[in-house]
Nanobody
């Protein structure tokens, strides 16, 4: 079983940047595609970005395209989400998750989830 622990959340002003990290407990991490999701208050959890095991392919939801970058370091069992040009609509709890499915945008396809980290963007 893969355990995931997110870190790097906090508060930032609009226009600022933040980098989230997600550390996996198992070496098996490298066999999974990894995704980031977020959930704002009273909203459904939504897909943000995903990356395949080799980091050769990435996928983003339209609202973050060009602002967020997902990456991974398999030697460190860690996936990252670099977030730039943040705005108030990015305020949410951010979760990382692991999947062996090729349908990265579907949250039910993810097998393992972290506990989440809060990101708050103030204007």
């Amino acid at each position: 079983q893969v355990q995931l622990v997110e870190s790097g959340g906090g508060s930032v002003q609009a226009g600022g940047s933040m980098r989230l990290s997600c550390a996996a407990s198992e070496r098996a991490f490298i066999s999974y595609a990894m995704g980031w999701f977020r959930q704002a208050p009273e909203k459904e959890r939504e897909f943000v970005a995903a990356i395949n095991w080799s980091a050769g392919n990435t996928y983003y939801t339209d609202s973050v395209l060009g602002r967020f970058t997902i990456s991974r370091d398999n030697a460190k069992n860690t996936v990252y989400l670099q977030m730039n040009s943040l705005n108030s609509e990015d305020t949410a709890v951010y979760y990382c998750a692991a999947t062996k499915s090729s349908s990265w945008g579907v949250k039910k396809n993810y097998d393992y989830w972290g506990q989440g980290t809060q990101v708050t963007v103030s204007s």
